[in-house]
Structures are given as C-alpha cells and as structure tokens.
C-alpha cells in the first residue's frame, strides 16, 4: 500500500479513535466535565508548505509560475499547472528509487525550484547545498546529510569527483538547464510521471502535501562553516510552513501597488541559502512568479526591473550597494519592496535605494531561523522625521516576526580578553544602552544539528536559541545589533561597533564599501583597521590617510573610534550571499596570507 493511501486510511481509522489516542496526531487536550472525548480532530492537519504548489495548481493553473532565461540563452516560461506536474513527476521518481535523502548542487534554476517542492511531496528531506564551496566541503556535506541521490546543475558535476569516488553507489541526476526535455533531470520526471500512471494515477492525492508528522525533517540547511566544519541546521514541515506564511505577510508577497497582475519575485538570493529564506514556498503561496537567476549579473537585473515589473526580491546589503553603484541604476517608475538581510544595513544604503525606488523591507535572521526572524517596522509617525533619523530607525533589525515570538536582548558579561558571556537568561534594560545577546523562542527555531547533541545543547543553552550577536534593545520594543560578539573592537577599554563605523565610513562621498577589523596597538591594547572600496571612477584618487583625516576633522565621530589604518581594496571579500568575511580580514589585518575564500 503506497504511503499517500495509508496515511488517507490513517485518517478515516482516527475518526473513530477517542482524541487521547496515540494514533491520532496532536492530539487536544483532555474534555473539561461534561464534554465529549471522542471528538476527531477535523479541526487542525498537519503543516507542510509542500502543500502551497498543489494548492496554486488547484486555483490558478495557467498563472505563470516560472520565468528564466537559460543556460542556452533561451527564455521558459512555466505555468503553475506545468510546474506541479514537474514536482509531481520527481516526486514519483523518488518514490519509485526509494531515495530519502536527495542533494541538490544547482545555482537557482526551474530545476532546483520544482525538486524543493518534488522532494517534499516524496517524503525525503531536501539537502541543497552552496555550489562555491570548495570540493572538500561539498563532498564533507554530503557524507554527513547521508544522501542517496544528488541533483546537480551540469555546470557543476566536476565538483562530485571527490565524493563520487568515496561513494560511487550515490547516482547523480545532472541537470543541463535548457528549453529541451533531453537532460537526465528531465527523464526522472518523465519516468516518475510514467510510474504514477502505472501505479494507478492517483497524483497528487498521493502525495505527501499533508505530512503524518509536522515536526519531521524538511531540509538540511548547512551554515557556511567559516571557522569549523559546516553544520546541518534541521528544518521541519511545521516550522518551514510558519516562516514562509510570515514571509508573505512581512514582505507584502500578496500585496503589490504596481501594473504587475501578481507577486514578481527576482532571485537574486541563491535558494541554497536557508532554503532561500523559505521563499520558494512563500512565493509559490501567492502563486507569484518566480523570475530564476543563474547568477548575479547587475546589467540583467536592471533589464528585468525594468522590463518584468519586478515587485519583490530579497538580496544582502553588498548586493544592494553594487546594485544601485551599477551605471544601469535609474529610478524606477514603481516601486519594489527589497527584502534587506544577511548583514546590518547602512542608513546611508536605505536612502540610496529609495531614491532608485526600492524600498527596503529590513528583517533579520540566521540560518538556524529559517532565515528572517525579525522585522524593522516602518511606522507612519517616522514620516515627519529629520531624513537621517528616519533612515537609521530603519536600519535597526525590529521585532519579531508575526509567527514566531518576540525577539529578546539577554545580559552578557565581558571577561578580561574581551570574550562575551552570557550571564544567564535574563533581559536587558529596554534603554538603547544596555548592550546584550540576541536569542529566540518560538515556531521559527531550528530543531536542531543534525548529529550533533552537543553543538544543539549549546544553540539553546538556558532554554532560548542563541545567535552570538550583540544589540541594544530600545524603549520602542525594537532591537538593533551593534555587532557579533568577536567583531566588537575593544579599544583602550572602550567598545566601538565596528559596525556603525563602518556606517559611518560609507557616508564619504567616493566611498563604496567598508569593513572594520580590530588590530594590535601597544598604547590601546586594540585599535580599529578599515579596508574599503571605492566607487566608480574614484579609484586612485583617495588614499587611507585622506579618508582618516576626514574621519578625525569632519565625520564627527569620536576619536577613539577614528581608523588607525585605512586600507583601499579593489574589492573585499564576501560569501556567495553577500556578507563581508570578516574572519578573512582578520587573517590579513595579522599579515596572513591574501586569497579570497
């Protein structure tokens, strides 16, 4: 008996069955006097957000689902009614081969998209992976997650060797991303397709789009692993379908004030980042359509904003600043909302960007919370404010998503080195001053680290999930980071936020970019060194020391937090998602080695 057919039977046999019965799921509480204690339970199902592309299918089957141009250069365009009949068919393939656990190597593709959705449906559990980690990485991931079967982009089959020749019984389903139906990936969907009909045609109604146990695995999603190897954060159906709902509410995914009939959504955030911030779902649950990039191209992006009528896309800082530094950058004559995350934006950038009309949606997060957590909330009464005021009220992280609990600020303590501590779980004053950690509690939190107890115990010591950054918590409820706890730079007993210097740092006129690291200093103990880019057209005409000098004469800045060394760089190293490595350059602030991870 297939497993969408028992799980159906379940169903029925539970109606039957007192609701205290360990067969029925979440089960209600026991009867207050006088109540029955047979009721079944019509009045929840479990949460899967596999669920949101048969429900688009079901309501609108000739919406466009899917926009992409190509690896041969050509432009698809796929319905919903098409693109669920796709999962649908992998779906089957997986069933039929029996594979639990499927990897996935793809830069953000129809391919990568249909597959979250297929591997949900079979009942596996989706390990997507960043495609520039180095060959030892990927091959590291992939042992750990246990998969049986890997998706990957054609591009990208060179990067197994190292794993194939470990596990040669692992099968690789090669995608070759083109209009055609020729490639590997598109035979498994063929033969899935062929294998449901064969076993009865039951679709989708087969499908796992309501899971026996919401609190089962959905995805692996693995941390960059920049000082330690990479750790598999456990997503669950529950939990992966609660984020994508606050996604949809807090960057206004159903909402839309544009000639655009529907969400446009631009992938500029790769999918293989935090499940791409659970936004295949929630895009898919406005039956959006999902314009898929193959990579960051500045000048394409521009086409498609202006050409698409894009509404929405999610994007790092960096990838904004170049963004709107690119020569193609012009106001546009609607506006979008920018989902802004993956390191503390400047209010410099936010004013930037609205003069561009993108209006930035600023939320906050980590891997280990399926991406977004929180939300910078723009109230209307900041409309009357002085422009810098508003836009730094605007780049602080906020509060907690509308699904999850609120986010709280607990007391830290300082040792002799500089390392922070927790000092238990107890909050902050809510006074902008009072400087804590960051931590969660709530449907938005990972379940944990796969196979790794005690990395878990460590997440969630005091009973809250920990983040390791450090922020205020003003008076408004609101929280803004400062910094990551190894990123603040103590300086002659003073702790300076390399972070709002670098805030400050981007306000000079020819500056791009800027990244602050601490550095040894005999007076001090430690000093604060910034490298930075600059914009176009500038480059050779400021030196460091130009830049120092404007910063002690005229950024009105405290002394202490003055740069003792400026540094100019043609670029500065980034992850593939847009965040400054800063563990990099304090590799080369100590005179290491200079090579871009």
Not at 152 to 174: Q, Y
Not at 471 to 490: E, F, M, S, T
Request: proline fraction near 6%; charged fraction near 20%.
């Amino acid at each position: 008996m297939s497993s969408g057919a028992l799980k159906r039977l379940s169903s029925l046999a539970a109606q039957f069955l007192p609701s205290s019965s360990p067969s029925t799921p979440n089960a209600p509480p026991s009867a207050s006097p006088g109540e029955a204690t047979s009721t079944p339970n019509h009045h929840i199902h479990q949460l899967s957000p596999t669920f949101f592309l048969w429900r688009a299918a079901q309501i609108e089957p000739d919406a466009c689902a899917i926009y992409h141009k190509t690896a041969n250069d050509q432009i698809l365009r796929r319905t919903y009614g098409q693109a669920a009949e796709r999962a649908k068919g992998f779906a089957y393939y997986l069933r039929k081969k029996g594979y639990k656990r499927v990897g996935i190597l793809c830069t953000n593709t129809p391919a990568f998209l249909e597959a979250i959705f297929g591997i949900g449906a079979a009942g596996a559990v989706n390990v997507g992976i960043n495609y520039r980690l180095k060959e030892d990485d990927i091959s590291y991931i992939f042992e750990h997650a246990e998969v049986d079967v890997i998706l990957v982009d054609a591009e990208f089959v060179h990067l197994l060797n190292g794993f194939r020749k470990e596990h040669p019984g692992v099968p690789l389903i090669v995608d070759t991303d083109t209009d055609g139906d020729e490639g590997e990936y598109d035979r498994a969907v063929m033969e899935g397709l062929d294998y449901d009909r064969q076993t009865g045609g039951l679709g989708w109604e087969d499908l796992e789009t309501q899971v026996q146990d919401e609190d089962s695995l959905i995805a692996l999603s693995y941390t960059s692993g920049t000082t330690a190897r990479p750790k598999g954060v456990e997503y669950t159906h529950r939990s992966a379908y609660l984020a994508a709902l606050a996604n949809v509410i807090e960057s206004g995914l159903n909402t839309w004030i544009s000639t655009a009939d529907r969400c446009h959504y631009l992938w500029t955030l790769p999918m293989f980042h935090a499940m791409g911030w659970t936004f295949p779902w929630a895009v898919t649950a406005v039956r959006g359509t999902h314009y898929c990039l193959r990579r960051i191209d500045y000048p394409e992006i521009w086409r498609l904003l202006k050409t698409e009528a894009i509404t929405h896309y999610c994007s790092a800082p960096t990838v904004n600043t170049l963004l709107c530094a690119d020569p193609n950058a012009e106001r546009l004559p609607e506006p979008v909302r920018v989902t802004v995350a993956a390191s503390p934006p400047t209010a410099h950038l936010f004013e930037m960007m609205e003069n561009l009309n993108l209006h930035p949606v600023h939320v906050y997060g980590l891997t280990e919370t399926y991406g977004p957590i929180t939300k910078g909330y723009q109230m209307p009464a900041w409309k009357s404010l002085p422009t810098k005021e508003k836009y730094a009220k605007m780049a602080r992280q906020g509060h907690g998503h509308v699904t999850s609990l609120p986010a709280r600020v607990i007391k830290t303590q300082q040792d002799d080195s500089g390392k922070w501590e927790s000092d238990g779980v107890v909050d902050v004053a809510k006074d902008g001053k009072e400087i804590g950690e960051i931590v969660f509690v709530g449907n938005i939190s990972a379940r944990g680290y796969y196979k790794d107890a005690e990395a878990t115990k460590k997440l969630f010591a005091g009973g809250v999930q920990h983040s390791g950054d450090l922020a205020v918590w003003h008076p408004d409820g609101a929280i803004q980071i400062l910094d990551r706890a190894k990123d603040i730079i103590i300086s002659g007993g003073e702790n300076i936020s390399s972070l709002a210097l670098e805030a400050m740092l981007v306000t000079h006129p020819d500056i791009l970019e800027a990244a602050c690291v601490g550095i040894a200093d005999e007076k001090w103990g430690e000093a604060p060194k910034a490298y930075i880019t600059l914009k176009s057209g500038k480059e050779g005409q400021l030196t460091g020391e130009q830049v120092i000098d404007w910063a002690k004469n005229k950024s009105g800045i405290s002394r202490f937090m003055v740069p003792k060394e400026i540094e100019v760089l043609p670029e500065l190293p980034k992850t593939t998602t847009g965040k400054l490595q800063k563990n990099v350059l304090r590799i080369w602030a100590k005179g290491g080695k200079r090579e871009m991870s």
